[in-house]
């Protein structure tokens, strides 16, 4: 399946000529934005500094009508011929971060997440805290560590205890996992798009360190997300309707025309050893965005309750996006309930938490209506 | 007393002319960076983008060389005559954002406010966490609604709910404190300067979110520091040795030489009605920095021990500063006792938490060896 069908057009930043240039993603090229703003392509929508800035931090800033009017443009000049110098070919591109991130916010929007993890975390207790089903729960990333795919990922060292030691010692962990994420980044008030975030956990360092003030050096170490971002008016096809929600929220997160987003996702798991061997990646992981019980513009609303304002280049994750059955748990603490029920790959060998050399590919990709198209990959290798 | 003199030298951003300038105080005036850059005073120091920036970001990424470079150019310069166009008198000026803060991190650094808050949020049980004197415990707040001393501060509103009541209500915070902290700005890995901080904060909201993953939108819409930042290099007077640490720390927390400041600390309130009738701010706490219980260098060092890239203008901020007596809590919540004990003012008014119209002003200043000196203020005045 093509990703970057003529209805996507999603935006990211790449090396040329010994600078960055962002790009919209179209079939197997890069339609070179910056090129063709100095081409005078865009003179009439938006200043120059905008499209020819090395990420899309200044767009952002334009708000929903430039951004509208920039798609409109890019979309009519790739329904004509264009001259090929506007091009290059994705696959040998070299990626950049697409956003110079500003403030992170990492939620915990999905019910099977939050349960699942009460359960492994806090066992014998209830798995949902009370505050959980009356607003979105959340906290703020490392916006400073948040690298694009394909960077390679250092095993964190850090403090862990065991229950029974006396005291914590400090070591690379030895439980290094995965949380699938679909995020937002912002225009100010507004949501520009969307892409794959990966929020890389070390769940021995997370436990030990985690109360009473959240998750720290656990999580801080990196966050991968995809290059492409997504458009959301290159999502309104895959609009449904949210989950209901029992209760009832607060009257300032019941949101008119709210919408779910039915995006199927899947994480790949590629060992050192099946990479040598030249086997594919495995799928371990198989959900959808729509399983997430608090919407995207109830996450805004959230955050802005408060009178916080929303800078261009925020991101917003939706927390690990885990569907009802085992198989489409978004985390490997999830999928292998803490390391007590590993998962078998293809080659025979077997995974509780991430080993050296082990690549996790996030992808998404939504069909419906006729309308097919995907946000690419994230992905990151685990180095010692 | 005067809190910049010529051992002081701290760094700040001021309006000038219609554009914002980077100038050192010096007694009652502002020496002005921007235009002595200009005029070639630090030709031969820094490229003249450093200095000639907005804030002090390019110049935290010069690291300590050119940072000690730049201090002593200062330094010499008023120790001569200087051109009176090269200053402006601070009492009229407008100061700015020193830093445009990348990621901001807040520490729990102090035992006391620690042992406080747990008495007070987890009544009944251990009130130190099993983790705490094994770590700097921290989480990463909201870089962006950090403002400068000066800026109104807007009571927030949101969720809470009264541990008896059925469902959570809505609506302004009645329970708006402040926390007295000390805060450092770094460039990449090396401490560069002090601020003080007031991490404002909404009880209500705080204790109905917190759980599992720590404090949100009870902090993140607003924290307010103090517009001058003090060199590392300028409290060299003031470095005591720390608080002996029992249990020793994990090796990567032992640090040589490490030190503790000796900065005295005072939070002053006046009420709406203390203003009216011309009456100046009460002092309602006094604490000094030297009280807290995980060094700064202790806390650079836990952020990295993950492999975290630190980045110039990175803020670590202490955690509130409380001190074994009553008197010397950094924080109303401790001072009232959650608001069993309201403060009495000089008016005869009382005080639970913050009311609108208060204004709050933390002050910090040693006194040590001969050498006096002081941070300037941090203030935020609230409106409803």
Redesign the interface.
Known sequence: MNDFPIENLPYGAFSRDGSVHLGVAFDERIFDLHAASRSGAFHDVCEPGVLEAENLNPLLAQGPHVWAAVRARVRSMLGAPVDAELFVERAAASMRMPVAV??YVDF?SSEQHARNL?KI??PGSEPL???WK??P?????????IVVSGTPI?R????R?APDAE????GPSTMLDIELELGFVTGDDAIFGLVLVNDWS?RD?QA??????????GK???TTISPWVVPLDALAAFRVRPAPQD?VP???LQIEDDFALDVALDVRLQSEEMRVAGMAPAVISQTNARNVYWTMRQQLA??R???????AG?LFASGTISGSEPTSYGSLIELTWRGTKPIRLPNGESRAFLEDGDEVTLTGRCDRNGVRLGFGCCSGRIEP
Chains 1, 2 share one sequence.
């Open positions: 500003a403030d915990y009460g975390f806090r805290l009370p505050n009356w607003m729960i959340g906290y703020h990333g490392r916006s400073g560590t250092r964190p060292s850090g403090q205890k005291r914590p010692d400090f070390a360092i030990w360190e985690y109360q009473p003030l959240g998750p720290f050096l801080s170490f990196a209760p607060p009257s300032y959230h955050v309750s408060n009178g916080t304002r929303i800078r925020d």
